[in-house]
């Protein structure tokens, strides 16, 4: 057998694992279905808003372009029959993850009283999807026939968003049209300012003026080093002129963040979303609890602006 030939059967063999990677990747959910039952948590708020909540939890679709392909929404399912209004959820998805990939996530944060809203979009490229997402789900609000007709509390919206598309989601806080309406924000493992700058994602930290909550990890070199390295997370921190949270989760990786941290997201939701004042004691200037959790590390609270007492 010649050289060629064996590099030609190594070249084939490295195209089937590839390709067998990527199927099992396609069809592995990228938040566990039982994440709620499962992941370790070390305090009461953090353990409470984990899990599962006492609203049954109902599904609609609605189909769009073969980009975004179609949009998946989560609700209580006593909104068809009740006169309530929802805060609302916009999940933007890191690429390669759509809607589908994590719809514990969605169950969950609707059984906390919530509706939410992603997409099949393989690759968020721009903050496009974020104003897409918002302008459809708003004029279902609009819309007579729809069961979301003045459902939808606009004065309560939240965004989400996990690792290198959460900078287009900035831009649509801080330099888009629509960026009033966001009420406040949740940044999993993001891509750090110069990176994300480099890359021709633009927006401005100064101009954000809703409370913030960042994510990160502590382990895994594409971590701590490109991704989101601790001094450009300090630096972005120092950056934000709003209310603000920032810690970092032990042990875990970057991956996990999309579902690890929910507890506290959640927390967060229903602190500025609701007024939970429980949820609010998580972060609260009075001994808040995220403070003494042994799961997190490198805490920083504004303390002068965060004060739910």
């Known amino acids: 057998m010649t050289i060629i030939k064996i590099l030609w ?9 590839v390709v ?6 396609s069809l592995t959910p990228a938040a566990p279905s039982d994440y709620t039952q499962k992941v370790t948590t070390w305090w009461e708020i953090e353990s409470k808003y984990l899990k599962m909540w006492n609203y049954e939890v109902s599904y609609k679709e609605d189909k769009y372009d073969w980009v975004i392909e179609k949009f998946e929404i989560y609700y209580p399912s006593e909104l068809e029959t009740k006169e309530d209004k929802y805060p609302l959820v916009l999940m933007i998805n890191w690429s390669w993850i759509p809607a589908k990939k994590y719809k514990s996530v969605f169950k969950h944060l ?9 997409n099949e ?7 496009d999807t974020a104003d897409i997402m918002l302008k459809y789900i708003l004029w279902e609000n609009n819309n007579k026939e729809s069961i979301f007709y003045n459902k939808i509390d606009t004065n309560n919206i939240w965004i989400e968003w996990h690792s290198q598309w959460w900078a287009w989601t900035l831009s649509a806080l801080s330099i888009q049209a629509n960026k009033d309406l966001y009420k406040t924000a949740v940044l999993l493992s993001p891509a750090h300012e110069e990176l994300a700058h480099n890359m021709g ?9 809703i409370p913030t909550l960042i994510f990160a990890w502590t382990t895994w070199d594409f971590e701590t080093k490109i991704v989101i390295p601790f001094e450009k997370m300090n630096e972005m921190y120092d950056k934000l002129k709003c209310p603000k949270v920032m810690a970092r989760k032990t042990w875990l990786e970057h991956w996990d963040m999309l579902y690890s941290a929910d507890g506290y ?7 500025y979303l609701k007024w939970d004042k429980e949820a609010c004691k998580g972060f ?3 001994n808040p609890e ?11 609270i504004d303390f002068n602006s965060i004060n739910f007492n």
């Open 201 to 209: 994602w633009n927006y401005d930290l100064e101009e954000i003026s």
């Open 20 to 25: 067998l990677l990527f199927i099992k990747s």
């Open 121 to 127: 979009d393989p690759n968020t490229w721009s903050w």
């Open 265 to 271: 997201a959640t927390a967060w939701l229903m602190c």
């Open 110 to 118: 609707s059984s906390w009283w919530f509706i939410v809203i992603g």
């Open 290 to 300: 995220i403070l003494n959790n042994k799961l997190y590390q490198d805490q920083r």
């Open 9 to 17: 059967i190594i070249v084939l063999i490295i195209a089937i694992f």
């Open 284 to 286: 609260q200037w009075n």
